[in-house]
């Protein structure tokens, strides 16, 4: 029984530096996209299957680095399209191998999740190059299972959420069955009402507005896209950089003329459609102004054009309002009326 124990440790231990040189292969075939280092890294990863079999208590662990490393080949070749007769086939390898992690690892582990949401994935990009109705059913199936084996509060939730919703959009897209859509929209307020991970909630407030537009049910639209104007200030962080909130900017850049239009198409008043348009400039803003050192500056040095900025920028907000006995009270405004008092506000700043 020791001589067992000692040779399995010993096995691992081989297993573990072996495994290592495959990652780090990856790695550089990730780096350089050369296909003499895929390979490379491919014929190592298949060495230690066959060293160490499909029973092994750790085939899982390197199971992953193959099934890995066929994922990067299959889906560089399809994001840069430059897809080849191998593309499909080394697509359904990975396909094959996270099925075989997935059979080893039980789904409410630390990694069982992780590894169902990585294989529902891959089941969508086979889906989109081939169009077989096989994958898109286990691509639901699969991200079910992984939504089913995750507490609700964990940080990851929201993204497994989404992706289940994605489904649903995929089969609405291809069937037009109004079950599908109302799943998709289901899965999506699940994931924007999440507690966690905001980013990942945007991107499910932005798909199940989508959906409502295609619909051309504007209100629900309008209210998808009010909860993600107010996750806004939770992703665009002050004390981030700049370089470091570029991606998030790119993405998140549109929100604003996009909910103005469908805030006027829902029948809202045009001062909630131009407050949802400066709102998402007024982060982003945030992003290279530090206003409040900027006005003291100002204060310091020109305190007369102070005193006439801070007289305009209170003026941009007084036209929303009246006044009524000592109170300010909301009430409409026309369009002329405001463009004329920002104009003699402006001219008194000049």
């Known amino acids: 029984m020791k001589a067992a124990r000692a040779h399995l440790e010993h096995s691992r231990e081989r297993l573990q530096s072996v495994n290592s040189v495959v990652a780090n292969l990856r790695e550089n075939y990730k780096r350089t996209r050369s ?20 029973e092994h208590p750790d085939s899982a662990i390197y199971f992953n680095n193959l099934a890995a490393l066929y994922r990067d080949r299959s889906l560089h070749a399809i994001r840069s399209k430059e897809r080849d007769s191998e593309t499909i086939t080394i697509l359904s390898e990975a396909i094959r191998a996270r099925q075989f992690i997935v059979s080893k690892t039980p789904a409410r582990s630390v990694n069982g999740a ?31 299972l992984a939504v089913l084996v995750t507490e609700e509060n964990h940080p990851t ?11 649903y959009q995929e089969r609405y897209d291809k069937t037009a069955c ?10 999506y307020a699940r994931s924007l009402h999440h507690p966690l991970s905001p980013l990942e909630r945007i991107a499910s407030s932005k798909k199940a507005a989508g959906l409502a ?15 993600c104007l107010d996750l806004l200030p939770r992703v665009i962080l002050r004390s981030t950089s700049l370089n470091g909130q570029m991606p998030n900017l790119k993405e998140l ?8 239009s469908v805030f006027l198409r829902a029948g ?13 400039h007024s982060i982003m803003a945030g992003l290279v102004i530090d206003s409040r050192s900027d ?37 409409p405004v026309s369009p002329s009326d405001m463009a004329s008092k920002a104009l003699q506000n402006e001219q008194n700043v000049k």
């Open 178 to 187: 109004k079950d599908d859509l109302e799943e998709a929209l289901r899965y």
């Open 295 to 331: 006005v003291s500056l100002l204060n310091e040095r020109h305190p007369r054009l102070h005193d006439n900025y801070c007289d305009l920028r209170a003026a941009v907000a007084e036209p929303y309002f009246h006044r009524v006995e000592g109170c300010f009270a909301l009430t």
């Open 253 to 260: 850049s549109p929100l604003g003329p996009i909910s103005a």
């Open 213 to 227: 537009m295609k619909r051309k049910a504007w209100g629900d639209a309008a209210r998808y896209l009010t909860e």
């Open 157 to 167: 939730q929201a993204r497994r959420l989404s992706t289940l919703g994605n489904g």
């Open 35 to 54: 296909e003499n280092d895929f390979k490379a890294a491919l014929s190592k990863a298949l060495d230690i299957v066959e060293d160490y079999g499909l």
């Open 114 to 144: 992780g590894y169902l949401t990585v294989l529902a994935d891959l089941y969508l990009y086979r889906y989109k190059e081939l169009k077989h109705d096989d994958d898109l059913e286990s691509r639901i199936k699969t991200a079910y």
């Open 268 to 280: 809202r008043l045009a001062l909630e459609s131009l407050q949802a348009l400066e709102k998402k």
